[in-house]
């Protein structure tokens, strides 16, 4: 039986899709998704995603076992331990802490996803556990792009064709956007770094100085550990 | 002064631009506004979109003047005119005729596209008319794709890439949307009918039976007219 492989290619068109048929898979690659991957792959209990900066906030009165991060339009609000950087997500700051994580696209694309059969966490950190699962899996597969304020971003399109790229060999059925995400991936796959240079939010990413950030999310399979939604948490797949 | 050239990949993604700082070009390739150019190319006096079949019938009573197009998934609505198939818009069936025209996707496109400094219309067919008029304007461009139900297809992507190649010698800024549009269509040009024959869309098309229409709709250059919406009616910008 044909399965469908499809992209969504921003949270604004999650209600074209019935999530209720689909294995989800949320990528937000600068840098929540790849944060998450990290943390995750680096013995963090569970992070919780939330979706506004108060509701992060509230986990302060429930307990001392929460790290709070909070990232608005990419910097660390006041206040709280750290926003979205991988480079807060070592195993020495996060092994077995919970981590209550709000971000401006990946949390609204989470929460969005949440009536899938399963949702699940990609990014080039763990590309090829994530694939190699996804092969395993009898279901149809949405790939979730968090995109920027609700549209389209180029990183996020490229890793969902890199995705692609690894499961094309299946008898899926590829979308209009799946076969675009595939193909933009074909373009810059010999160099996502210098691609993505030329995109408006990699621009912007390195007005705020976080260069290192977006190097560190190009990196392919640092991890195998592959976060999957769990009620409010995502915690390790086993 | 650099202006934006931004390409909006699907009419659920109208709300994200504030459209009334744009010249809003509206793309719906297969086939309403190839029909549209043409149709207007060939003397048309004007044609009036509407959204829903019952608006398009409700002419019926305004009087004689009027020839009904109604189309909705690919057919000629029962007792119309014609649809949206361009062999309907000839010089000899529709000159010095308004025809008042529903289509599924090119319609909602344009609707919602109302508030814009100007809507005017492209296709394959006025490409570099179009082109040309657009590189004298001193404002902004969004290029919308009227898309799939919604959703993001590559014919309208790889058209609204065509245009970005004609104007990117200018003094744009592109948004992601339009890069990933431009790249697409540097992937198709040189056969565009092959390259789009690989889309879910073209298949249901082929289906349907209308090849003809869709090698029709990729011809370049067949009109200079370009279609700017009036109020409610579409006509020849002079």
């Known amino acids: 039986m044909t399965r469908s492989l499809d992209v969504c290619l921003t949270p604004a068109l999650i209600p074209l899709y019935n999530v209720e ?5 949320v990528i937000d690659i600068f840098r929540a998704t790849s944060s998450i991957c990290y943390g995750i792959g680096n013995g963090a ?6 979706a506004e900066v108060e509701q992060c906030a509230a986990y302060r009165q429930k307990g001392l076992g929460y790290l709070l991060a909070a990232e608005r339009n990419g910097e660390v609000v006041a206040g709280f331990d750290f926003g979205n950087s991988p480079f807060s997500y070592t ?5 077995g802490k919970t981590i209550v994580l709000t971000t401006t696209n990946g949390t609204h694309a989470l929460h969005l996803s949440r009536k899938a059969k399963k949702v699940v966490i990609g990014s080039f950190l763990n590309l090829t556990a994530l694939c190699n699962w996804l092969k395993t899996q ?14 389209f971003n180029l990183e ?17 059925t590829l979308d209009d956007p799946a076969i675009a995400a595939n193909d933009l991936f074909h373009l810059g796959k010999n160099n996502i770094s210098q691609y993505l240079g030329k995109t408006s939010h990699g621009e912007r990413l390195r007005k705020l100085g976080i260069e290192k950030d977006i190097e560190f999310c190009l990196q392919v399979n640092l991890t195998t550990a592959i976060p999957v939604l769990h009620g409010e948490r995502l915690v390790k797949l086993v």
């Open 21 to 25: 048929n689909y294995i989800v898979v």
């Open 45 to 50: 209990e569970a992070i919780i995603p939330v």
């Open 91 to 95: 195993a020495e700051k996060v092994a």
């Open 138 to 151: 009898p279901e149809n597969i949405l790939l979730v792009c968090a995109g920027w304020q609700n549209n």
């Open 156 to 172: 996020d399109t490229l890793f969902a064709g890199a995705v692609i790229e690894q499961l094309k060999t299946g008898a899926y």
